[in-house]
């Protein structure tokens, strides 16, 4: 599903790198204009190399530390003429092999070499109706988030840095706080674009997003577990599929230890099995009894044996189980 978006923007991305790589973000180690530069595409599992001079033969390698060979992977490019924004541009595609995060790319035309790590970028949700985008990075680290319009017209970028476990989310409903990033953004099935983060040598790693909705709860569909499942109003979880006794069962028992003590998520597993059980069984009041009694549990032990933010959802979560049914 990544490859799909990632295709499917790639064209255009070449835009958004373009001027995001030169104009925009205002850097210390901002690419001039000009100057040669290439991007690891890590979610579309290409490397492209933009503004080499027309003519030139591309030389990349990439090697991943974590193996014995060296490199991992060697490809050329004759860097074609190209029209577009005055700038050329090549893709490299990697056929068997797999971009990840710490490999090492270099990329030379025999005159000019530049380097790059990739980095530690993915999105993980994209919600049309909040307007925000989540996803992680190496704890502490820049980010970067940019959205566009399928036009490629009107877009806004974001700066901001990923939290102490490398998480980070970025509410588009609100203008961006530096100069330059433009004003609000209203995410709708057409939006696109990338989070990235930049390296020491005008390289740079790439990971798209698009708010394509085919089902139109909100989630979009490379984030959406039931893609094709409208869960809009169930779905506690913000998982994209409706919420189930099931499913109440999963997320439970997924919880850490410092949301859920290890003997209340115990006790409350088998309340949860049981709802199952009666359900399965067609009895719905003997379930519904059963959820209750659940949320009963869950809010006497608030802030004590189960934090706030895990009660809130397995509440809520419950409380979709029982109006559904
Ligand atoms: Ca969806
Ligand atoms: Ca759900
Ligand atoms: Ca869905």
């Known amino acids: 599903m990544i490859t799909k978006i990632a295709d499917r923007v790639f064209c255009i991305l070449f835009l958004s790198a373009f001027v995001l790589g030169m104009v925009l973000i205002p850097s210390t180690n901002a690419v001039a204009q000009g100057s ?3 991007a690891a595409h890590l979610s579309g599992n290409h490397v492209a190399a933009y503004n080499w001079p027309v003519g030139a033969i591309l030389t990349l390698t990439i090697d991943d530390p974590n193996t014995p060979g060296f490199p991992d992977f060697v490809g050329t490019e004759i860097v074609p003429e190209s029209d577009l924004y005055g700038g050329t541009w090549i893709n490299f595609e990697l056929p068997g092999f797999e971009l990840r995060p710490g490999q090492y ?7 000019t070499t530049r380097t790059h790590t990739v980095k530690t970028v993915i999105v993980t949700s994209v919600d049309l109706l909040a307007d925000t985008i989540s996803g992680e990075a190496e704890p502490n680290s820049d980010v970067g988030v940019n959205a566009h319009y399928e036009s490629g ?25 530096n100069e330059g990033e433009g004003p609000t953004y ?23 997003w698009s708010g394509n909705d085919t089902d139109g709860d909100s989630i979009a569909d490379d984030f959406d577990n039931c893609p094709n499942e409208n869960a809009f109003g169930y779905d506690a979880d ?13 997320l439970l028992q997924n919880m850490p230890a410092d949301e859920v003590a290890t003997n209340m998520k115990k006790s409350l597993l088998a309340v949860v099995k049981n709802a199952t059980k009666s359900l399965n069984k067609g009895n719905v009041t003997a379930a519904i009894k059963q959820l209750e009694a659940f949320i009963l ?29």
Request: hydrophobic share 40%.
């Open 36 to 38: 040669p530069w290439f």
């Open 238 to 250: 913000e998982d994209g599929c409706i919420d189930t006794a099931s499913g109440l069962e999963t």
């Open 105 to 111: 790319m270099t990329i030379t035309d025999g005159f």
């Open 186 to 208: 209203d995410i709708v099935a057409e939006s696109w674009g990338t989070a990235f983060q930049r390296g020491e040598d005008e390289g740079i790693t790439y990971y798209a």
């Open 153 to 177: 017209g009107h877009y806004v970028y974001r700066n901001f840095v990923a939290d102490v476990n490398g998480n980070w989310m970025i509410d588009l409903s609100i203008s961006g706080p």
């Open 297 to 325: 549990r869950i809010e006497a032990q608030r802030g004590k044996k189960i934090s706030e933010l895990a009660a809130d959802l397995l509440i809520a979560y419950a409380q979709n189980v029982i109006m559904l049914r």
